[in-house]
């Protein structure tokens, strides 16, 4: 019997932070599923940082996907306050810096 109630209380408090966290991401004005977009771009942005240091090998293809990928993160770094990504400041730059350089090569071909 005291088993079940710990398992209670465990879930009751479980269920009582996600609910502070779904309410402090509505108080910072974004949708939950916009900070997880982001939360899953900063994951892609790590990735395409440490793509972009090899731009200059890149294929077509890769050229192609590099900006799609690009594109997804910065429409979910775009829907989220500048004060949660400051950290991630320096790779967004880089990306992007990539980004319009492809851009840039593609369009003069």
């Keep these: 019997m005291v088993v079940l109630y710990i398992i209670y209380l465990a879930l009751f408090i479980i269920l009582g932070l996600i609910a502070f966290a779904v309410m402090q991401i509505k108080l910072a004005g974004m949708n939950v599923k916009d900070f997880w977009d982001f939360v899953e771009a900063n994951e892609k942005l790590n990735q395409l940082y440490a793509f972009s240091k090899f ?10 996907l590099y900006l799609s990928e690009a594109e997804k993160v910065f429409s979910a770094f775009e829907k989220v306050p500048n004060v949660l990504w400051e950290e991630e400041y320096e790779k967004y730059r880089e990306v992007l810096d990539k980004y319009k350089y492809i851009k840039m090569l593609r369009w003069s071909n």
């Design 55 to 64: 731009y200059d090998k890149m294929s077509a293809t890769q050229q192609v």
